[in-house]
């Protein structure tokens, strides 16, 4: 158990919804990754955040934003849904958010788009 | 051409078998990260990497800065040891963005 939590594990929704997944990081750490996974695909990153503020972009749709809340745990949106959209999404935290830490990774949430 | 290759792509061995996953890189890092992702999904950190060699358990990372290159050892495998291995560096010209490889799948049959 990385202590990392996710949630929901799964989520089903339609084409042109909208959806948000949640992450608590690791206690004590301050930063938080946001990560994509399609099928049989590696990791994209896509957006990082250090107590609040966002810290560094990846390739992240316009359609997609995150947000990390006072209490560290943060929150990533994704809206008008596509079938492409279907992937595992990874949340990473870790203590300082410099990209030499060691970074803990939630179980994901497997979000399918039908 | 990526700036993270690993190989080979897939892998196949025999419990026992010493396994070896390279890792090689074509821009400068301040550091290289293996880590491990299990067949449910879960991914686990294994080694942080600047510079040298580091050991625990059965697993060994060594990286050679000057070649910009890393490999991954798995000594006297086992079938649990079958899993993704991904190579991922942190790029000193992007914002230290980790840079990450497309991954090997390792099987290890009994």
């Known amino acids: 158990d990385s202590g990392v939590t996710q949630t929901p594990k799964h989520l089903i929704t339609a084409t042109g919804q909208r959806v948000t997944l949640r992450c608590s990081p690791r206690s004590g750490d301050l930063s938080v990754y946001w990560y994509q996974q399609s099928l049989d695909q590696g990791l994209q990153f896509l957006i990082q955040y250090y107590n609040g503020e966002e810290r560094a972009k990846g390739n992240i749709l316009e359609r997609f934003s995150a947000q990390q809340f006072p209490d560290l745990h943060s929150e990533l949106n994704l809206s008008s849904l596509e079938l492409g959209d279907s992937a595992l999404y990874f949340c990473a935290s870790s203590s300082r958010g410099e990209f030499t830490d060691t970074q803990y990774f939630g179980p994901g949430t497997r979000l399918t788009v039908l | 051409k990526n700036e993270v290759e690993q190989s080979p792509q897939n892998l196949t061995a025999q419990e026992g078998e010493f396994i070896t996953i390279n890792c090689s890189y074509s821009?400068?890092?301040?550091?290289l990260h293996w880590l491990q992702q299990h067949p449910g999904g879960g991914i686990v950190s294994l080694f942080m990497l600047s510079s040298g060699k580091k050991k625990h358990g059965r697993l060994i990372a060594t990286i050679n800065i000057q070649e910009k290159h890393s490999s991954l050892h798995i000594t006297a495998s086992h079938p649990r040891d079958s899993a993704v291995y991904i190579c991922a560096v942190a790029n000193m010209d992007s914002n230290y963005q980790l840079i990450w490889g497309a991954g090997t799948k390792l099987i290890i049959k009994p």
């Open positions: 821009v400068g890092i301040s550091a």
